[in-house]
């Protein structure tokens, strides 16, 4: 892969914000929506991959983690060994049998890591709500997790100040921002969990 930095075009040393406003910036432009029925749709939807990964990439190192380590389900050593087939499924992107062995499992055995991995879960049927709902309820069940707490730094990262009405940054219609957004995230989520 490419340096990160390189990617969205600024200096390590950039702040977090530089960071977010470099991202929306490039995918603003690259978006493949904006490309769909031109005969370059194909290099815009590899350029947004690239854009999303070293964005991706960034936030990593920014959290202090090596490239996958967020989420692998190799690395289950600190999980409830329940969960070890379940995230071996999300990883490989079976959210069916996910979301089914979740859903298996009793309401008061349901834990942070269970919230967790349902959050990952919704994330990519698109419930992203709810997905962040589930996500904030495992770190306060668990504030001590550095995995939970990346994936809900990536979420608000991701997210930024849409929907806030004291983003001074925010131009037109609100009601086109949330879409933008939505279809934004879409394209970034479709690629499993972290």
Known sequence: MKDPYEVLGISPGATNEEVKKAYRELAKKYHPDNYADSPVSDLAEEKMKEINEAYDEILRIRAGETKGSSFNAQNTSSHDPMYADIRVAINRGDFNTAESSLNKIEKEKRGAEWHFLKGCVLIQ???YFDAVKHIDNACEMDPGNAEYQAMRENL????????????????GCNLCDVCSCLACMDCMCGRGCY
Do not use: L, Q
């Open 156 to 171: 608000r990262a991701r997210s930024g100040n849409y929907g806030n009405p004291n983003n001074t940054g925010t131009v």
């Open 125 to 127: 049927r698109g419930y």
